[in-house]
């Protein structure tokens, strides 16, 4: 008996997480780089270790395996940290995927500038990022090789939350019109008053000629976006969306209000794919931080009276497994 409980437990995750820092190219050659975290399958023993106000179960610098299922994209929220999804990523990882999490520039906790500065490229900037991150990734002959492909390329997903969110929506081809928030934000401003106070944007700048290029990445087949921030995606490319979608909202979510958000996304998807998480906050879909993080809606670390975030981000990690198992594999 003892031996058949070991094959058991040791079937219940083939893998643990390894993990490690890289750095992938900015848009031009003088741009700084892009962090990166990288969380992969490994058979090294991973060790409890404080990162910031996250604490990670991972085995750094541990030898990957030589194949992962598919690379998942995972993008952060608005001034965000790689490290925030740390739980998932995890997840994700000791079921032979390889999730490379970026820390926006521009948009994270260290550095808010391509909101304050240029707000209206935001939008255009955030998933062209992502894209360049995938580039990075399966360019690296170190990995290129491990990511399991078929007739139509590697195997790649991506997965974000909030702003995050939007991200990968923008990633499977649904696009953004600034003016659907301009107006969302003069009708609505009372019912969804922390999104509309993010950006404050003004009188529209005409477009640069980069914001004509689709923003939408050939190569993701399919994405979940977590409360996403989503009420300026037009329905005519939500409608035309092929990507596998699966869309978390926060029922209690006061930062991007469901019915504008999550809802909108969708009731125009071609096949909605729509969990509502029950007594939620936006936050339920982040590592809880080890001490209290300020946020424009309070507290990152506190949750709703009688919510189990832990609980919670269990059982999303496996339906998140699932989700790309079945979608990508």
Known sequence: ???AT???????????????????????????????????????VPRPIAMGPFALDVAIGGKPVDKVKALILLSHGNAGTELG??????????????????????DNWQDRSLIETSPERYFDERPRQASRVIDAILADPAWKARIASDSQGPLVGALGHSAGGYTV????GARPDLSRMRKHCLD?????????????PGVAPPPSPAATLPLKDERVRAIVAMSPAAVLLTAESLAAVRPATLIYEAQLDRFVVPRFHAEWVASNLPAANLHRVPNAWHFAFMDTPSMSLPSPD???AANPPGFDRDAFLKQLGIEIVAFFDKTLL
Request: charged share 10%; glycine share 8%; proline share 8%.
């Open 1 to 3: 008996a003892p031996l």
């Open 6 to 44: 070991l094959l058991v437990a040791a079937h219940a995750h083939a893998f643990e997480p390894g993990w490690m820092q890289i750095q992938t190219a900015g848009a031009t050659p003088d741009a700084p780089t892009t962090t990166v975290a990288l969380y992969y399958p490994t058979m090294a």
């Open 85 to 106: 999804h740390s739980v998932l990523a995890q997840t994700l990882a000791r079921n032979g995927y390889l999730v490379a999490a970026l820390r926006h520039p521009g």
């Open 169 to 172: 929506l923008a990633l499977a």
């Open 188 to 200: 609505e401003a009372s019912e969804d008053p922390i999104f509309c106070s993010m950006g404050r």
């Open 298 to 300: 309070g507290d990152v």
